[in-house]
């Protein structure tokens, strides 16, 4: 292995943020001091993969990988720990210097790997240019002229064709010297499993190179061209070595330049939008490539503004698209402002439309996120009713929560209450109950971190007073007693039974300071940590009902432990019979608004909660 020297590593590990590495491919959604997603290594649908900014660690309680931001890397890519170094590295800008011939030799291997790969997508990048000029292109054009992208647009942005072939481009390239390896690597090529036969990617569609910030093609984005094909209308480049989207800004290397003269940054949802914005004098436009924004996408906009202005399709998936941005930016410290469309309207079709002038005008009045999704909510509801003044204010207030500025979330909090009547502290009561509550991510991890649209069936709120006994009487338990601490970690379903509230919080770092062995050293983190500000964690810290710290070593005398076992598997009951109560009542409400099949699925489901119900109760007795 190349030796690289400690500085370098330690300088990377100040450097490289675990949040900002992880984030930008995984949703990443703030809990207290730590952030959640669905674990990217393993199929779940509740999330269980934990990110700790503060030690700059992960841990999955569900597949229990875990580690550092060079072990995230490593998995993540499928590299060694070298590998993992040189692509932070690379990406912060810090060169690796050479210390020996040995070294010398693989970091001269390493970078001529790299060299090959950005020449190999450059010159598939002209390769795809010069196949516009054959007969084969005729579908290309005529869609070009379909959507009226001139020749300076086609040029600027160098947009190409595929040959509808299966391995066109792979022949051509291994032509030039390209290896299958390296056409692999690049994302160029496929191969099906157990197969050596390469397969070209790309087949028969108008191809997008896409360039990171620097100006050096990193991948592609490729639409098809022919309707009778059933597949995706657009397909882009993996995620490799050579390109991350989600760190990846379209047209940014064009963009960079004018976001001072405009003062901000211009995003819109695809590449036609951003062509027509160009076209249309609005430079400083760019797209997300392939996927949501991520925070690593606001990392490398506030390098150049703090202020963003979003014109996302006036369609219910804009608008969705519109919350969930609204939010992410606001969490990085961002100013946003929205640009409102015309029902049905994106960017691309205003400027065909009505030309240059018409796009300029209505990316000249945008409006303050706030406002925007205030009106936007209030279209959908009807505020004279209590139930919808309160889905208004917190889809409004799912926004503002993630502003870390106290005075800018204390203004948006003002405004609000003053447009829906209601006294401040009100407003300011329904931000704390969704910063404490507990949120869930929708199916596979796919859903947004701040999704202001509510999830079929309530998240888990635990009732006030039973559950913050029962939590504290956990805590007290497991911070003092390693067993019942090993017993509670291995328990599935431990991510349904504890709320997100500071409580909750102290419980799951006593699990994840288990997992990694470190369960004697987390009473003093708890002390130290900002949870202590909690009265009910600070009453438990304090004082304890289980006297004695005892590890798996000393366990204490069989009475202690048959005590401790009592206390555990009470906590664990109540807590699950709260959370069964939390449904059945839900399933209930379902219920007296369903009717038919629905109603008939519902009578079902609400049956075997109240079984599970009495199973439980059954073993308390």
């Known amino acids: 292995m190349a030796h690289i020297p400690e500085e370098i590593i330690d300088e990377i590990r100040r450097r490289a943020d675990i949040v900002d590495v992880i984030g930008a491919t995984v949703p990443l959604q703030r809990r207290g001091s730590d952030y959640w997603a669905c674990c990217p290594f393993h199929q779940e649908k509740t999330p269980s993969f934990k990110v700790d900014q503060q030690r700059q660690t992960y841990y999955c309680f569900g597949c229990k990988k875990s580690g550092n931001v060079f072990h995230y890397v490593q998995e993540s890519i499928n590299t060694d720990f070298v590998g993992a170094v040189e692509w932070l590295a690379d990406r912060l800008g810090i060169v690796i210097p050479e210390r020996d011939s040995g070294d010398a030799a693989a970091a001269a291997k390493r970078r001529e790997w790299r060299d090959n790969g950005m020449r190999l997508l450059d010159d598939c990048a002209a390769w795809f240019r010069q196949n516009m000029g054959t007969a084969q292109a005729r579908q290309a054009h005529e869609y070009l002229r379909s959507r009226e992208i001139d020749a300076e647009a086609v040029e600027r942005f160098q947009l190409g064709y595929s040959p509808d072939s299966w391995d066109a481009l792979c022949q051509w390239a291994q032509r030039q010297g390209y290896s299958p390896e390296l056409l692999l690597a690049t994302g160029m090529a496929i191969q099906k499993e157990g197969q050596k036969t390469l397969y070209d990617r790309f087949r028969g569609r108008l191809m997008f190179p896409i360039w990171d910030e620097l100006g ?223 949120r869930e991510f929708a199916q596979g991890g796919q859903g947004t971190p701040w999704a202001a649209k509510p999830p079929t069936m309530p998240a888990f709120v635990a009732p006030v007073v039973a559950s913050e006994q029962t939590l504290q009487t956990l805590l007290d338990l497991i911070l003092h007693h390693e067993a019942p601490a090993r017993l509670l970690a291995a328990e599935q379903d431990v991510h349904e039974i504890i709320p997100d509230t500071p409580l909750g919080q102290a419980v799951m770092r006593v699990l994840a300071a288990v997992d990694i062995n470190e369960w004697h050293d987390v009473e003093p983190e708890l002390t130290q940590s900002d949870l202590v500000r909690d009265p009910l964690v600070g ?83």
């Open 216 to 438: 050096r093609v990193v991948g592609f984005s490729a639409r098809v061209l022919d309707p009778a094909i059933k597949t995706a209308k657009y397909v882009n480049s993996p995620e490799s070595d050579f390109f991350q989207k989600g760190s990846t800004l379209y047209a940014f290397n064009f963009a960079r330049q004018s976001l001072k003269q405009f003062g901000h940054a211009l995003v819109c949802e695809g590449q036609l939008d951003v062509i027509a914005c160009h076209r249309a004098g609005l430079t400083h436009a760019i797209a997300a490539q392939g996927t949501a924004f991520t925070t690593n996408h606001a990392r490398l906009l506030k390098r150049s503004t703090n202020e963003v202005v979003l014109a996302f399709d006036a369609d219910s998936a804009g608008e969705e698209a519109v919350r969930r941005t609204v939010a992410l930016l606001h969490g990085a410290g961002m100013s946003v402002s929205v640009v409102t469309l015309p029902q049905g309207e994106d960017p691309d079709s205003v400027f065909r439309k009505g030309g240059a002038s018409a796009l300029q005008q209505i990316m000249s009045n945008s409006q303050p996120a706030v406002p925007y999704l205030f009106q936007l909510s209030c279209a959908r509801n009807d505020l004279t009713r209590p139930e919808e003044l309160s889905a208004v204010v917190n889809e409004v207030l799912t926004a503002i929560k993630p502003i870390e500025d106290a005075v800018i979330r204390t203004a948006h909090c003002q405004w609000l209450s003053q447009q829906v009547n209601l006294p401040e502290r009100v407003v300011f009561d329904a931000l704390q109950t969704l910063r404490s509550e507990r």
């Open 539 to 621: 009453a438990v810290l304090a004082q304890t009902t289980f006297p004695g710290h005892t590890t798996l070593a000393s366990p204490g005398d069989d009475a202690t432990a048959e005590k401790h076992q009592r206390a555990y598997d009470d906590c664990l009951q109540r807590l699950r019979l709260e959370r069964l109560n939390t449904r059945i009542e839900a399933r209930k409400a379902q219920l007296a608004t369903a009717d038919g099949d629905e109603a008939r699925q519902l009578q079902g489901e609400l049956m075997e909660l109240l079984c599970q119900k009495n199973q439980l109760r059954g073993a308390k007795r």
